[in-house]
């Protein structure tokens, strides 16, 4: 079974819709993120948790809001979608070690009509 | 503020060395970190480097310059597998438990 899981893979909305993406994991990491990815454009980070009261804005949050609902469920929302926010999403999450590798879910292909 | 700069784009021949570059602009530096991607998949962690010099994981090595703020991933006996693209990160200047990216390197691995 996968350690993090994303929900829907791929999603087709229009704009304006709310739309919820959730994100799972089965790793007993602390650490939560949330980031978009474009063509060309690496992962930017949107929303970031290191434990279920503690809720950061990353680079590009305009747009988004987050929920951390438990330590293993972290989900990201677009309230009101437009077309620029037609991405690819990844979850990841982290142990907080020196490393501080970062184990990502499959993504979320999102595309606003 | 933070950045990095990496080729957009190698080609390299199946057996052969490349070398990914990897230059970057931050304060408080923590560490260089390389992961790789394939095309319609998740981004994996490769290496880490927090020290000067190379780190070799089997056929993958990770190179650090602190000094010179410059670090690369170099891929030995090139595989048609390998053909992915490949991002550098440095941690978060207001927190090192996040992390920026660059905005990767595509590598196309030829016969």
């Known amino acids: 079974d996968a350690d993090v899981t994303q929900t829907p893979r791929n999603r087709i909305t229009k704009t304006g819709k709310r739309i919820m993406l959730e994100c799972s994991q089965t790793k007993g990491h602390d650490r939560m993120y949330w980031y978009r990815q474009d063509p060309g454009l690496g992962l930017q980070l949107i929303y970031y948790?290191?434990?279920?009261?503690?809720?950061n804005k990353g680079e590009i949050s305009d747009g988004y809001s987050v929920s951390r609902q438990a330590q293993a469920k972290f989900s990201l929302s677009l309230e009101s979608a437009i077309p620029n926010q037609t991405a690819l999403y990844f979850c990841?999450?982290?142990?907080?070690?020196?490393?501080?590798?970062?184990?990502f879910g499959p993504g979320t292909r999102l595309t606003v009509l | 503020g933070q950045s990095l700069e990496q080729p957009s784009e190698v080609t390299a021949v199946e057996g052969a060395i490349v070398q990914i570059n990897c230059t970057y602009q931050?304060?408080?530096?923590?560490?260089l970190s390389w992961y790789q991607q394939h095309d319609g998949g998740a981004p994996t962690f490769l290496s880490y480097n927090a020290l000067d010099g190379l780190e070799e994981t089997g056929r993958f090595s990770s190179f650090l310059s602190r000094s010179d703020s410059y670090g690369y991933l170099l891929l030995q006996e090139l595989q048609m597998k390998d053909s992915a693209s490949y991002f550098c990160a440095v941690p978060g200047m207001d927190s090192s438990y996040k992390l920026i990216f660059g905005s990767g390197t595509r590598l196309l691995v030829r016969p």
């Open positions: 948790s290191f434990d279920v009261k503690d809720i």
């Open positions: 931050t304060s408080g530096f923590y560490g």
């Open positions: 990841a999450t982290s142990a907080g070690t020196v490393y501080n590798e970062q184990f």
